[in-house]
């Protein structure tokens, strides 16, 4: 079946303007996570959603950062005012329930000019 | 903040050969751990998954698991050029919502 898609995979955008990445999961996967890998950095964790609520949002790093889960499904991550040190790969993974293997999207390439 | 500690690297062994690959973690009550391949570029790539202690085999890989050492290792059987990546270690602590925690990550070059 579909695994989990991301998209754009790329995104180019000047310092301060506002980006939205966004997420679809693995169909009936009800747990959804986003990570971020900067280069040479390791993978870092920044919110999980369980259905639409986000019980843990403890990673994301500033509140530039928000994101939403609709419909059980589709998740965004939204960046406002996005600065050079947000540039990474931006990763969403979903699982079948939390504590399960998670499985990784071919993430977003940000670049923050 | 829990950690995960893996060997920095990089790993260099030649073609059949054997890798091992290891990793330790520092919160005591986790219970889920999982081994992941990275091809530079590429996002991350679920290989194992192991939840008790003892040894499980999928093909030529056999991850190995020790609570009470607090211990991960993933053995490579038969190195093909083609397990040339970085291999992250993730680990699910007890109270943390199912979020993966990763280590640093080995990167693994295989020698014709």
């Known amino acids: 079946g579909a695994g989990v898609s991301q998209s754009p995979s790329n995104k180019v955008t000047e310092k301060g303007k506002d980006v939205e990445l966004r997420c679809d999961p693995i169909s009936g996967h009800t747990a959804l996570y986003w990570y971020r890998q900067s280069l040479g950095q390791g993978l870092e964790f920044l919110i999980y959603f369980q259905g639409n609520s986000a019980p843990d949002k403890s990673g994301l790093p500033s509140d530039r950062f928000s994101a939403e889960r609709t419909g059980g499904s589709v998740s965004t991550l939204t960046i406002q005012r996005t600065q050079q040190e947000d540039s990474a790969v931006y990763l969403c993974?979903?699982?079948?329930?939390?504590?399960?293997?998670?499985?990784f999207g071919p993430g977003t390439r940000l670049t923050v000019l | 903040q829990k950690e995960v500690e893996q060997n920095s690297g990089p790993l260099s062994v030649p073609e059949g050969a054997i890798a091992s690959l290891n990793c330790t973690y520092s919160d005591r009550g986790s219970q889920s751990f999982f081994w992941y391949r990275q091809y530079s570029g590429k996002s991350p790539e679920l290989i194992m998954s192991?939840?008790?202690?003892g040894d499980k085999e999928d093909g030529r890989f056999t991850a190995q698991l020790n609570k009470a050492s607090q211990y991960v290792s993933l053995l490579i059987r038969d190195s093909q050029p083609s397990d040339s990546a970085t291999y992250l270690c993730a680990v699910i602590p007890w109270d943390q919502g199912g979020k993966l925690i990763f280590g640093q990550g080995t990167e693994l070059s295989v020698k014709p």
């Open positions: 993974a979903s699982s079948l329930a939390h504590n399960n293997e998670q499985f």
């Open positions: 192991i939840y008790s202690n």
